[in-house]
């Protein structure tokens, strides 16, 4: 399997650290030094459904894939205001795919978790061409009278084209079971015979423990991915991490004891955006042309519950036309 597309959309509205500070008892200084991040973009007036078409757009305009030729548009998705039906549904017709669609939930390891389904399609012949398009919220889970979380999270779409080729050498996939740690809960409709009662809890985010699980089962996958490709750190020329933390990335790096050159940032623009954030940074590096024909690639992502992710790829060359960098 290779990468042939991508595209990624973000919302119009640019929020500060200083606005933030405006309601909340925080300030620039205090977000920047923890968390990397200056600015983030948040859904006002857009929807989320809007950001997925057109991420999904540009990776189908990229690829020189048309609609009807996806086999399998898979959506990575943690919440969005639809229960059913899912986000894949909602977008399948307006984009002009007429093939199966199916939403998942990896948390901010989805889009690897979705990538790892396409290769399984795509090496048993069930599907050639297939869309994964990942698109995120998660400013909506958060309690925005508490700092906690709320300056940490933002919204965004980042989308791939994949198909038949010699690109991806590998994946691992983690899950284990930590929900006390990182965890929103929305309350179901009730019924005459409920005995338990439910609510909603906004996103609850354990920073330390969070900090801990996140570098350690990093570092632990993409040792275990390098070593089961007779790999070294330094054979890497693109670390492309989920964007949460800076302080999450730098010890990764520090442990790999590579250049920062190799480790390209945007949450500092865009804040975490969950699964949608390699995708998004994914896009952007291959539009800049610092994603070269040749190069291995290495992603690694962690999300609640707890999962991890990791791959390894040669990237291929995509060319864009000029619309879409406009």
């Given at each position: 399997?290779?990468?042939?597309?991508?595209?990624?959309?973000?919302?119009?509205?640019?929020?500060?650290?200083?606005?933030?500070?405006?309601?909340?008892?925080t300030?620039?200084?205090?977000?920047?030094?923890?968390?990397?991040?200056?600015?983030?973009?948040?859904?006002?007036?857009?929807?989320?459904?809007?950001?997925?078409?057109?991420?999904?757009?540009?990776?189908?305009?990229?690829?020189?894939?048309?609609?009807?030729?996806i086999?399998?548009?898979?959506?990575?998705?943690?919440a969005?205001?639809?229960?059913?039906?899912?986000?894949?549904s909602?977008?399948?017709?307006?984009?002009?795919?007429?093939?199966?669609?199916t939403?998942?939930?990896?948390?901010?390891?989805?889009?690897?978790?979705?990538?790892?389904?396409?290769?399984?399609?795509?090496?048993?012949?069930?599907?050639?061409?297939?869309?994964?398009?990942?698109?995120?919220?998660?400013?909506?889970?958060?309690?925005?009278?508490?700092?906690?979380?709320?300056?940490?999270?933002?919204?965004?779409?980042?989308?791939?084209?994949?198909?038949?080729?010699?690109?991806?050498?590998?994946?691992?996939?983690?899950?284990?079971?930590?929900?006390?740690?990182?965890?929103?809960?929305?309350?179901?409709e009730?019924?005459?015979?409920?005995?338990?009662?439910?609510?909603?809890?906004?996103?609850?985010?354990?920073?330390?423990?969070?900090?801990k699980?996140?570098?350690?089962s990093?570092?632990?996958?993409?040792?275990?991915?390098?070593?089961?490709?007779?790999?070294?750190?330094?054979?890497?020329?693109?670390?492309?991490?989920h964007?949460?933390?800076?302080?999450?990335?730098?010890?990764?790096?520090?442990?790999?004891?590579?250049?920062?050159?190799?480790?390209?940032?945007?949450?500092?623009?865009?804040?975490?955006?969950?699964?949608?954030?390699?995708?998004?940074?994914?896009?952007?590096?291959?539009?800049?042309?610092?994603?070269?024909?040749?190069?291995n690639?290495?992603?690694?992502?962690?999300?609640?519950?707890?999962?991890?992710?990791?791959s390894?790829?040669?990237?291929?060359?995509?060319?864009?036309?000029?619309?879409?960098?406009?």
């Amino acid at each position: 399997m290779k990468i042939i597309g991508t595209g990624s959309a973000l919302p119009e509205k640019v929020v500060t650290n200083d606005m933030l500070a405006s309601f909340l008892e925080t300030s620039d200084s205090w977000i920047t030094t923890r968390t990397g991040i200056h600015t983030r973009r948040l859904l006002s007036k857009e929807t989320l459904s809007e950001l997925a078409m057109t991420a999904a757009s540009l990776a189908l305009e990229s690829s020189g894939i048309a609609p009807e030729e996806i086999d399998y548009l898979i959506c990575s998705n943690v919440a969005n205001s639809y229960v059913t039906p899912s986000l894949s549904s909602i977008i399948l017709g307006p984009l002009g795919c007429k093939c199966p669609c199916t939403d998942l939930n990896g948390a901010c390891t989805g889009f690897i978790y979705a990538l790892d389904i396409a290769d399984a399609f795509i090496k048993t012949g069930r599907a050639k061409n297939i869309l994964i398009v990942a698109a995120e919220e998660p400013s909506r889970f958060c309690n925005w009278h508490e700092r906690e979380t709320s300056v940490l999270f933002a919204d965004g779409a980042g989308a791939v084209v994949v198909t038949e080729g010699e690109g991806f050498k590998d994946f691992i996939l983690t899950g284990d079971t930590h929900t006390d740690v990182l965890y929103y809960k929305r309350s179901l409709e009730t019924t005459p015979f409920d005995r338990v009662e439910e609510k909603t809890v906004p996103l609850v985010m354990q920073g330390r423990e969070v900090f801990k699980l996140a570098v350690r089962s990093c570092i632990r996958d993409v040792d275990t991915i390098l070593e089961r490709n007779n790999m070294t750190g330094s054979d890497i020329d693109m670390y492309l991490l989920h964007q949460a933390n800076f302080r999450i990335n730098d010890s990764i790096r520090e442990h790999l004891e590579q250049p920062k050159e190799k480790f390209p940032t945007n949450m500092q623009k865009y804040g975490n955006t969950s699964s949608a954030s390699i995708p998004i940074l994914m896009d952007e590096l291959s539009r800049a042309g610092e994603l070269k024909d040749g190069m291995n690639v290495l992603l690694s992502a962690f999300g609640g519950g707890f999962v991890t992710g990791a791959s390894i790829l040669k990237w291929s060359g995509i060319e864009y036309k000029e619309k879409s960098e406009e």
